[in-house]
């Protein structure tokens, strides 16, 4: 449940390029990666990457919570030729998790609108690199992760991330119940988690995924605290998650947390280093000073391989190695 969220002082006009990668592309066309979000338009942002000898421009267009708004664009982008691959921000077209597919009854018909290039949400991306993120941070990063506690917002979001560390041995918890039904239950075990997955999730598909996930705002709303959302976050180590969910309940002191998540802005790392959150890991690479959401770096990947459909989870492993993309880590 990402999208491309740009920072709110930069136009939607502005082109920079990666500083590991060369000034002066060998190409001479251009192809765009365009990710179309339900989320705010505020945020919208543009910017180059090159890939090789490929060259592209990356935009996000945010609709403002207008689905009828989007389906148009949908439409328009999959005519446009300059368009190499699109990218679902703000929703979901499905959910990967405890081993089944749900499809989301309000979005599913999005994907019949794309007929001629790929049309990603993100989803088959989260799961080939985030469940890679333990490695990253032992074996990269040479952090120990032993007796750290994690908290992860939403498995069913981010079904991949929550069975690293769970698998890896960590103390892992799952606030599913809390921060998709508001429900102030904390899930302890893989085993409970899975029966109330597939109890839940065929029933949650149904639902206007506005009640799931407010998509159609920005970042900017200040956290709703609570003395009991204070010691959820007061109780872990590490906060794992969509960006949205973890801010949206952040207390004003969170020091020597760490936090890991994937779309962030330099407006969004100020608001964590206010916190008082220590480290910053980004399941998406940096490029240009700044993360993209899941469902652009998907699109990209496959634009970058000339295909009009999603890939494999070691298609998408094999690509980022290609190409040096990695994930990130700064201290705060």
Sequence with gaps: MDALDGETEISATHQTQPSNQSTTPSVTSQKSVVSISLG??????????????????????????????????LTELDADSSVAAIGLGGTDLFLNAADRTYWLRETKPLAKLVRNKALVDGSGFKGAVEADTVRYLRDDLD???????????????????????????????????FYILGLRKI??????????????????????????????????????????TDKLYYDYDIIAGDYKYISKYMPSDLKGTWVITNTTTAADIEFLRSRGVSKLITTTPRLNGRTFGTNVMEALLIAAAGENRALNPQQYLALLAEHDLRPSSQEL
């Excluded at 991949?160 to 606030?175: K, S």
């Design 40 to 73: 705010s338009s505020v945020r919208d942002h543009q910017t180059e990457v090159q890939l090789g000898d490929k060259h592209f421009l990356v935009r996000r267009e945010g609709t403002d919570g207008d689905l009828d708004l989007l389906k148009q664009r």
């Design 187 to 228: 899930i302890r075990n893989k085993k409970t988690l899975t029966r109330v997955v597939r109890l839940a999730a065929p029933i949650a598909v149904n639902l206007p995924f506005a009640w799931l996930y407010p998509s159609g705002s920005d970042h900017t709303l200040e956290p709703k605290r609570h003395p009991w």
């Design 143 to 177: 952090l120990d992760l032993q007796d750290k506690r994690v908290l992860i917002t939403s498995a069913v979001d981010r079904w991949g991330l929550g069975m690293a560390f769970y698998e890896a041995g960590i103390d892992t918890d799952f606030a599913d119940l």
